[in-house]
């Protein structure tokens, strides 16, 4: 009988040593024959082969050290006994990621007749890890791919968030389905869309409250109210658009709704809610229309005002919708919230915009917060945070109408060689080996093919970067008595307590997600350490995290920190794997004003044998 012990995961460059157990069940003393390989991604180190002799009912252990090499992929281990005419064989796959974060780059370009487009690609990223993609579109939201990637790809969930990445697909499915699959998949587009959209739908169901409004975090015992009035708003469009929403889930929310109507509105982020949740309540066809009179009394400004307008138009006064407004949107100042209602300048635009390319598309103020949004792209074609990309993806679609009627015909080629055609329609393409490729993109006929390419993978140069702005997080790993570990140096089976030390610079600062990736040494054992009996240096903590995740090579926790103040969390790991490691940066980062983010502590780890610490 075999019995390997693997870690979890491994890391570009790491040295494990992978303890084998062999039983000898075949009735005889025998000499056994044990035999380690493994894939192109990793080298067996010494001895691939290891003999030994085992009595009758009996088990010994040995060491087999491996490599990994600076890749991304899977690992594949093949292990395999033989002796007295029997044989035993494992197989085994563990994931290989990035000794450096994974990079994305990206471009966008307009390709119109007689006038060739010519990329270079990048050159500087691992030949395993890279993977380069061009998209092709007559639709100008193309230009808009990078919001929408960021919003489908984001890696947290929360009721806000999820709400972000479901709305685009309900509105512009075909620009999203070019993200979600490639050409290999034409046929099955609105199958996996409506995959995506019922289980983000479901999702949202069971974040429900008794109360109407919607759980922040899976589980949770709280709620953001904007976030709850957010998700409402979508799951009404989802309706409308002929998805399943459950009765008791929608009749809850809109109970919620109109508890929010009528919160206390002396207060501005209160007024905000309640201009929102009104106009829900009236796409809903559940006006709330003595609320709604009552705001046209405040002097309302901004997103609200315009929200109120589009709850007027919803009901049939368009007239006096239109007469609430101003000649010219407001330019707005001021800075993101990283808590409370998330409000934003961008955002306020993108609302704005929103609204009146519903109620009054010609209305002048309609290009001005184009122009407005526009400037506020980033160069990886997005805006900051999850609210501002789904608001001004959303307006901005709105905006933008697909070509009709004109007809192109073009080619791609790659290094001057042919490579494919394409037409006034979506294409994907997709390819591992375009290092450093020069594409070359042309088209004939009428109107414009919009282009989008990307290249990711990891850097050859895969130096991290660390940096404190606006936030300061660092890790400690301390031993049961508190003291930090020597040179980074752990004795195997040793508890590692982890310490996180977070400080927001120069405010207070909400919705701070920490990620802490682990090295494959080690493994969690205990996320909340606060209730383990034993360590007495250890004190009750005031720091609770507003939710946990735990995966199997990272512990990632949400918070919110207090301008200069020091905070701390701790949480034990064990060390389960000899080898020297790959330690990652820990990472910690605003996630509604990304310029608020700090990385640090990455390096190495060894965990050794007993006798040599």
């Known amino acids: 009988v075999l019995t390997p012990t693997y870690p979890r995961f491994l890391t570009g460059g790491d040295i494990a040593k992978i303890p084998v157990r062999v039983f000898n069940g075949t009735g005889l003393e025998t000499e056994i024959t044990v035999h380690l390989s493994g894939n192109n991604l990793v080298a067996i180190l010494d001895e691939r082969k290891k003999t030994l002799i085992i009595a009758n009912n009996q088990e010994k252990q040995f060491e087999f050290s491996v490599q990994t090499e600076k890749a991304v992929g899977t690992v594949a281990f093949k292990l395999t006994a033989e002796g007295n005419n029997e044989k035993t064989e494992i197989t085994t796959e563990l994931p290989l990621r990035p000794s450096a974060p994974l990079v994305t780059r990206t471009g966008m370009a307009e390709v119109v007749a007689n006038q060739p487009t010519i990329i270079k690609l990048p050159d500087d990223l691992l030949t395993d890890t890279s993977l380069f993609t061009l998209k092709l579109s007559p639709n100008p939201m193309l230009r808009m791919l990078g919001s929408l990637s960021y919003l489908l790809s984001y890696p947290h969930g929360c009721v806000e968030q999820t709400t972000s990445r479901l709305f685009p697909m309900l509105y512009f499915s075909d620009l999203a389905k070019m993200l979600l699959i490639g050409n290999d998949?034409?046929?099955?587009?609105?199958?996996?869309?409506?995959?995506?959209?019922?289980?983000?739908?479901?999702?949202?169901?069971?974040?429900?409250?008794?109360?109407?409004?919607?759980?922040?975090?899976?589980?949770?015992?709280?709620?953001?109210?904007?976030?709850?009035?957010?998700?409402?708003?979508?799951?009404?469009?989802?309706?409308?658009?002929?998805?399943?929403?459950?009765?008791?889930?929608?009749?809850?929310?809109?109970?919620?709704?109109?508890?929010?109507?009528?919160?206390?509105?002396?207060?501005?982020?209160?007024?905000?809610?309640?201009?929102?949740?009104?106009?829900?309540?009236?796409?809903?066809?559940?006006?709330?229309?003595?609320?709604?009179?009552?705001?046209?009394?405040?002097?309302?400004?901004?997103?609200?005002?315009?929200?109120?307008?589009?709850?007027?138009?919803?009901?049939?006064?368009?007239?006096?919708?239109?007469?609430?407004?101003?000649?010219?949107?407001?330019?707005?100042?001021?800075?993101?919230?990283?808590?409370?209602?998330?409000?934003?300048?961008?955002?306020?635009?993108?609302?704005?915009?929103?609204?009146?390319?519903?109620?009054?598309?010609?209305?002048?103020?309609?290009?001005?917060?184009?122009?407005?949004?526009?400037?506020?792209?980033?160069?990886?074609?997005?805006?900051?945070?999850?609210?501002?990309?789904?608001?001004?993806?959303?307006?901005?679609?709105?905006?933008?109408?697909?070509?009709?009627?004109?007809?192109?015909?073009?080619?791609?080629?790659?290094?001057?060689?042919?490579?494919?055609?394409?037409?006034?329609?979506?294409?994907?393409?997709?390819?591992?080996?375009?290092?450093?490729?020069?594409?070359?993109?042309?088209?004939?006929?009428?109107?414009?093919?919009?282009?989008?390419?990307?290249?990711?993978?990891?850097?050859?140069?895969?130096?991290?970067?660390?940096?404190?702005?606006?936030?300061?997080?660092?890790?400690?790993?301390?031993?049961?008595?508190?003291?930090?570990?020597?040179?980074?140096?752990?004795?195997?089976?040793?508890?590692?307590?982890?310490?996180?030390?977070?400080?927001?610079?120069?405010?207070?600062?909400?919705?701070?997600?920490?990620?802490?990736?682990?090295?494959?040494?080690?493994?969690?054992?205990?996320?909340?350490?606060?209730?383990?009996a034993g360590i007495s240096w250890l004190q009750d903590q005031n720091f609770k995290p507003s939710y946990i995740d735990i995966r199997d090579d990272r512990l990632i926790f949400f918070g919110r920190f207090e301008k200069k103040k020091e905070t701390k969390f701790f949480y034990a790991l064990r060390a389960i794997t000899k080898g020297k490691f790959v330690l990652p940066p820990i990472a910690a980062e605003a996630m509604y004003d990304p310029f608020s983010a700090s990385v640090s502590s990455s390096g190495s780890i060894e965990v050794t044998s007993t006798d040599e610490n």
């Open 185 to 532: 998949q034409q046929g099955h587009e609105n199958e996996k869309r409506d995959d995506f959209l019922t289980q983000g739908i479901a999702k949202l169901e069971s974040m429900m409250m008794s109360n109407g409004y919607f759980s922040y975090w899976p589980g949770g015992p709280y709620s953001n109210h904007w976030s709850s009035i957010y998700a409402s708003h979508f799951l009404v469009e989802a309706r409308k658009a002929g998805y399943q929403v459950s009765d008791r889930v929608y009749d809850s929310m809109l109970t919620g709704l109109r508890r929010e109507t009528r919160q206390d509105s002396n207060h501005d982020a209160n007024l905000e809610r309640i201009a929102y949740a009104c106009y829900v309540l009236a796409i809903a066809g559940q006006p709330e229309l003595s609320t709604m009179n009552y705001l046209k009394s405040r002097n309302l400004t901004g997103a609200p005002l315009y929200q109120l307008a589009g709850a007027l138009d919803q009901v049939g006064q368009s007239t006096r919708a239109l007469a609430i407004l101003p000649d010219q949107a407001p330019t707005l100042k001021g800075q993101r919230e990283t808590g409370g209602n998330f409000k934003s300048p961008i955002r306020s635009h993108a609302i704005m915009l929103d609204i009146l390319l519903e109620l009054s598309p010609t209305h002048t103020s309609v290009p001005t917060l184009v122009d407005n949004l526009m400037k506020k792209l980033s160069e990886n074609n997005r805006w900051g945070t999850t609210q501002e990309n789904a608001f001004a993806f959303l307006a901005l679609g709105k905006f933008s109408n697909q070509q009709a009627g004109l007809a192109y015909k073009g080619t791609v080629q790659v290094d001057n060689q042919d490579y494919a055609t394409f037409s006034n329609q979506d294409r994907f393409f997709s390819e591992k080996d375009w290092s450093g490729v020069e594409l070359e993109i042309k088209i004939e006929g009428e109107g414009k093919s919009y282009l989008s390419w990307t290249a990711e993978g990891v850097p050859i140069n895969n130096k991290i970067d660390h940096f404190d702005k606006e936030l300061e997080v660092r890790r400690r790993f301390l031993t049961e008595s508190g003291t930090p570990f020597s040179d980074n140096r752990f004795p195997h089976g040793s508890l590692v307590v982890a310490e996180i030390m977070v400080k927001a610079l120069n405010q207070d600062l909400d919705n701070v997600v920490v990620t802490d990736v682990l090295p494959a040494g080690f493994e969690i054992e205990n996320p909340r350490l606060e209730s383990r």
